[in-house]
C-alpha cells in the first residue's frame, strides 16, 4: 500500500471519529486537512468542494485555538474559499481577527458588518489593513478606544487625515505606547514629532528638533535671552531646590502660565526644562548648574545631565521655542514682561528686595498657582 493510500486510510478513520461524535478528533483533523488543503500543488473544484463541506461543519466543533490556527493558516492562500473565510469570521475571537486583517481582499460587506459590531478586537484588527478608505480611517479613530487607535497610529501603510493625526497626538501626550507608534511613522508632522519629544526614544529626540529646526529657519522667531540677572537668579533657586521660586521666575522669563510652568518642573526627562532654559538664554555651563542642582532625580543620572547639557548646546533658541510651544500645545506669550527689574525681588538671597517679593500679592499668586498645578 503506498503512503498517500495510507494517508486517505488514516484520514478517513479520523473523519469516522469525528463524525461519531469523538470531540477529541475533530481539531486534529480540521488542522490536518488545511494543511494538506495548504501544501496541495493545485486545487481542483472537487478539491475545493471537499475542503469546504468538511471545514464548514468543523469551524463551529473545533475550540477557539485551532479556529485561530486555520484562519491565520488559511487567510493568505488564494484558493482559500470564501465559504471557510466567512465560517471563520463568524466564530469570533482570534479567528475572526485574522480573517479581517489578512484577508487579502476584504468584501465592503464584512468590513460594514465589523463596523456596525462595535467588537473592539476586530475594530482594532480592521485599523490594521493597508486599504482602509479615509471615511473609515475617521470613524475608526472616533471611537476614541486605546487598542484601535494603537492600531491604526502602528499602520504606517495607510495614510492619516490631518483631524486624526492631530487627535491621536494631544492623546499619545499622555501614553507612551500611542506615542511611540506614531513618532515611528514617516508622515508625523514635525510640530507634531516635536509635541512628543519627552515621550520619544532618547536616541530619537536629536532627530525630531533637527527636522524642527527646518520649520525654525523657514519662519524663524527669535527668542530674547532673559538677561544675566535672571539667569543668576534662575540658578540661586535652583542650588536652593526653590522648585516654585525657580518655576515663576522662568515663567515670568519666557512667558509660561502656571499649567506650563509645572509640565517643565514635572517633566521626568528633563527635556522640556532643557528647552525652557535654551529659550531664556542659558549657556551650556549655566543649565548644567541647574541640572546639577533643581531635581535631584535628574542630577542622579550622570547620563541624563550629560544629554540634556548636550541638547542646551547643539539646539538654537528658536527650535527650543518651537519645540516647547509644541509639547505645551500653546504658544508662549513673551508679553508678560520679565524686565530686569524683576529679577532682585526674585533673588534668593535674605535681602529686602527678596521680603518684598515674598509679601507681593502677585509673586505669591503665581507661586501659589505653580504649586496647585505641579
Known sequence: MDKASLRDRDLSGLADLAGSGAAEARPTLLRVRTRLFLDA????????ATFTTLACGLVPLVDADTRAFVAQALVGHPAAPAAVLEALLRSGGD??????AAMPTLPERWREEVLASGDRQLLAALATRADLPTAVVRDLAARSDEAIMLAIARNSATPLPDAVIRDLTIRARRHVPLARALL????LPAM????????????????ILTRLAEQARVAPRRARPAGSAVTRALIDHAADRDRLGFGVLIARAIGLDAEGAAR???DPTGELLALALIVAGLT???AVRIFLTLEPAIARSVETVFTLTERVRTTDAETALLALEAC????????????????????????????????????????????RQG
Open 41 to 48: 500543488a493545485s486545487h481542483s473544484r472537487d478539491d475545493i
Open 95 to 100: 479567528a475572526a481577527a485574522a480573517v479581517i
Open 184 to 187: 515611528a511613522r514617516p508622515d
Open 192 to 207: 507634531d514629532a516635536a509635541s512628543l519629544l519627552p515621550l520619544a526614544p532618547v536616541r530619537q529626540r536629536k532627530a
Open 264 to 266: 517643565v518642573l514635572t
Open 284 to 286: 551650556p555651563d549655566e
Open 328 to 371: 505645551l500645545g500653546k504658544r508662549l506669550d513673551r508679553a508678560g514682561g520679565r524686565g530686569a527689574g524683576h529679577v532682585p525681588a526674585m533673588a534668593p538671597s535674605r535681602s529686602p528686595e527678596r521680603a518684598a517679593a515674598d509679601a507681593s500679592p502677585s509673586v505669591k499668586g503665581e507661586r501659589e498657582s505653580v504649586r
